[in-house]
């Protein structure tokens, strides 16, 4: 089981993730706070989309199907 | 507000569809009672980008997306997955979302790795497999693996001589993505719904010569003759089951992000400009060679090369720029002329026989009003898309009749399909245009 990190919101934002966690989409609080990071270090470019051995079966894929040589 | 669903299925061609739809019961109701146009997709008419210039209303020159995978700087070696990273342009559903509208996503090509949304999101083929985290919220996956089991993004092993085998692996994955969309329909809140299905694409590569009396490689006693039209009835009947759990009052979309034509074979463009001198490898490598690895391998000799290609549906050419590339020889005041002379070169190969192919070469600053990130310099249409580009090298020929990555039959064309429950213009669409459609339809917006 890999390290889990416990961070500390404030209320405010906890109480309003909670409050709107339909329209959020997501069931916990937890779920959507670590959605939103993962999706904001991704767009930065701080937490990679694939392992090395992912993006090369992704390209391995897209050879397969055409679209890459 | 009325509830819209747009059903994608990629590829889906309107010459084609015209064709089937006597036989395809639900389609046809749509389109006789609805409308059904041609829709113009991007060029290039690649299901990445195409399906996320659809959803964000972006050109792939605004997007700075060209395809799957996209230059990241100008070294020879950086190239990026086009994954939903690469797509910063609001989508659709985060402007309705703003407004206060839900989605559902199922498979949009670019969604991978999935972002919070107001609603639910299960991401593209680009997802490596079921272990990613590959919907949102995360906890929907659970649900997916009840539903289904072991869902299907896409078809593995696709480029196989086992038709039957493939035949069945994409029925088997079409039925698993409208189970699927059938338990979000259900279960779920949502004002907007949106799938795509690839497999219309992926029946079209693996079977088009079959399916196409026309196309060289036709065989009449193949025993997969109809086996395109069985997956399209499949489709009609899929589709049919999300008409009945859709309230009376939704408006439903049918579309595709581009057609499909024949593929006639390949041209080798790196093989093409080695012969013509404008790619230099030190030394002459075996047959099938691929260029990237050339690179990596320090084989090409850029003291000496003024371009290399990629291949794929389409070609991509790449200049060696002067003070742009690591080590660029071509003098920026030359570069236009330098690539006039590729481009009227490329437009001139003819097939084995010396016939004409109809070769298009596009400029990106032509086709885009901005070219983001890193665009190749020409984008390259061999037989207008009738013949795909071979980026391997150590061939004796430039002209194939065989793909460099297994059997294909088809290439992409240029209009795709548009069919609406609602009675609308019967002229041509754009597929750029959906989006403002799509938001108008929220009363966002003024549509187009």
Same mark, same amino acid.
């Given at each position: 089981m890999s390290k889990k990190y416990a961070v500390r919101i404030p209320p405010a934002i906890g109480q309003a993730i909670e409050e709107h966690l339909h329209e959020l989409g997501a069931e916990t609080v937890a779920e959507y706070v670590e959605a939103l990071l993962r999706s904001q270090l991704q767009q930065l470019g *701080? $937490?990679? @989309? *694939?392992s090395k051995e992912e993006e090369e079966e992704i390209e391995r894929r897209l050879r397969d199907l055409g679209y890459l040589d | 507000m009325k509830r819209l669903a747009l059903i994608g299925l990629d590829c889906v061609d309107p010459v084609l569809l015209r064709q089937l739809l006597p036989m395809l019961p639900t389609l046809r109701r749509l389109a006789e009672g609805g409308s059904f146009t041609r829709l113009r997709s991007v060029?290039?008419?690649?299901t990445i980008p195409a399906w996320m210039c659809m959803m964000t209303g972006k050109d792939p020159g605004q997007l700075g997306v060209y395809g799957f995978r996209n230059r990241i700087? +100008?070294? *020879?070696e950086s190239l990026g997955i =086009?994954? &939903? =990273?690469?797509?910063r342009a609001e989508a659709v559903w985060d402007t309705l979302g703003r407004d206060g509208f839900r989605s559902i996503l199922l498979g949009? %090509?670019?969604?991978?790795p999935p972002r919070p949304i107001r609603g639910l999101m299960i991401a593209g083929f $680009? =997802?490596? &497999?079921?272990?990613?985290?590959?919907?949102? /919220?995360?906890?929907l996956s659970g649900d997916v693996r009840k539903w289904?089991?072991? *869902?299907?993004f896409d078809v593995r092993g696709?480029?196989?001589?086992?038709k039957a085998w493939l035949v069945e692996q994409i029925h088997e994955m079409t039925r698993k993505r409208f189970t699927v969309a059938r338990r979000l329909i259900e279960s779920k809140k949502w004002d907007f719904f949106a799938m795509v299905e690839i497999g219309p694409d992926r029946i079209h590569h693996g079977l088009w010569a079959h399916h196409?009396?026309?196309?060289?490689?036709?065989?009449?006693? &193949? /025993?997969? @003759?109809g086996s395109l039209l069985e997956y399209y009835r499949l489709l009609d009947r899929e589709v049919a089951t999300l008409m009945e759990l859709f309230p009376s009052s939704t408006e439903v979309w049918i579309v595709s992000d581009h057609g499909v034509q024949p593929m006639l074979g390949g041209i080798g463009i790196n093989e093409w400009l080695v012969r013509e001198g404008y790619l230099s490898l030190r030394g002459r490598p075996v047959a099938g060679t691929r260029l990237p690895d050339l690179i990596r391998e320090g084989q090409v000799d850029w003291s000496k090369t003024l371009a290399w290609g990629a291949g794929g549906y389409y070609g991509r050419l790449f200049l060696n720029v002067e003070g742009r590339e %690591?080590?660029? @020889?071509?003098?920026p005041r030359d570069v236009d002329s330098v690539r006039t002379e590729i481009a009227e070169g490329l437009e001139r190969i003819p097939d084995e026989m010396g016939h004409a192919i109809g070769t298009r070469v596009l400029y990106p600053e032509e086709l885009y009003s901005t070219a983001g990130g890193i665009p190749p310099d020409l984008l390259v249409y061999f037989g207008d898309l009738t013949w795909r580009s071979i980026?391997?090298?150590?061939?004796?020929?430039?002209?194939? +009749?065989?793909?460099d990555t297994g059997p294909d039959d088809a290439n992409h064309a240029p209009y795709g399909v548009f069919l609406s429950s609602s009675v609308g213009n019967p002229g041509d669409r754009q597929l750029l245009g959906i989006h403002d459609s799509v938001l108008a339809h929220f009363g966002i917006g003024e549509g187009l």
């Open positions: *701080y $937490l990679s @989309v *694939y | 060029d290039p008419p690649i700087d +100008h070294s *020879y =086009a994954s &939903s =990273a690469a797509f949009i %090509p670019g969604t991978f $680009l =997802a490596p &497999s079921t272990d990613a985290t590959y919907t949102y /919220p995360k906890s289904v089991g072991d *869902y299907m696709f480029r196989t001589h086992d196409d009396v026309d196309h060289p490689k036709h065989d009449p006693r &193949s /025993p997969f @003759v %690591p080590q660029g @020889v071509i003098a980026g391997t090298v150590g061939w004796e020929t430039i002209h194939f +009749h065989e793909n």
